[in-house]
């Protein structure tokens, strides 16, 4: 059994930290279909290409990839990579749009999780992108950490 505190991930974006810096993140809700939400139970979705974007004034998820439920019926199935309204504070969405349009930052959907509650969350990241000097550096730091951590093993 799961704490209270504990959220349990459907999708995280794991290229996400590496080809952008990550400022700020914030939880936003899914507008969701009854089969997308079985499926995300199921584990089958995917945020890998996916990214927040503007549609009709609404912050939306677009090229996520939610499978379809298979033991649904054909009627009842959902558009597997339909675009997603945010559920989103007005406040929270003009400042985000504002930061979008004045700071050239992008929008980038980091993980989908059931929160304690069991409902559906996206966190986003308010986040800049990294040139490819800023990957290696990252990728250097990344691996003397790693050797340091070895030596401290060996060495005691």
């Known amino acids: 059994m799961s704490t209270p505190t504990e959220r ?29 939400v079985k499926s995300l139970r199921l584990g089958k979705a995917s945020i890998a ?29 959902h558009e597997p990579k339909r675009i997603r309204p945010l559920l989103i504070h007005k406040k929270e969405r003009d400042r985000l749009i504002g930061l979008v349009k004045r700071e050239g930052v992008s929008l980038i959907p980091l993980a989908v999780y059931f929160n304690p509650r069991g409902i559906a969350k996206l966190e986003i990241g308010i986040a800049k992108g990294k040139r490819m000097s800023d990957k290696r550096d990252a990728e250097k730091a990344r691996d003397w950490q790693r050797q340091k951590a070895r030596v401290m093993r060996e060495h005691g």
Do not use: S
């Open 49 to 77: 290409e996916a990214y927040v974007g503007l549609k009709g004034g609404d912050l939306c998820l677009i090229n996520a990839q939610i499978e379809e439920y298979r033991q649904a019926g054909r009627h009842l199935q």
């Open 8 to 36: 349990k991930n459907v999708a995280v974006n794991r290229r996400a930290r590496h080809d952008y810096f990550i400022g700020e993140t914030l939880e936003a809700g899914l507008l969701l279909h009854g089969t997308e």
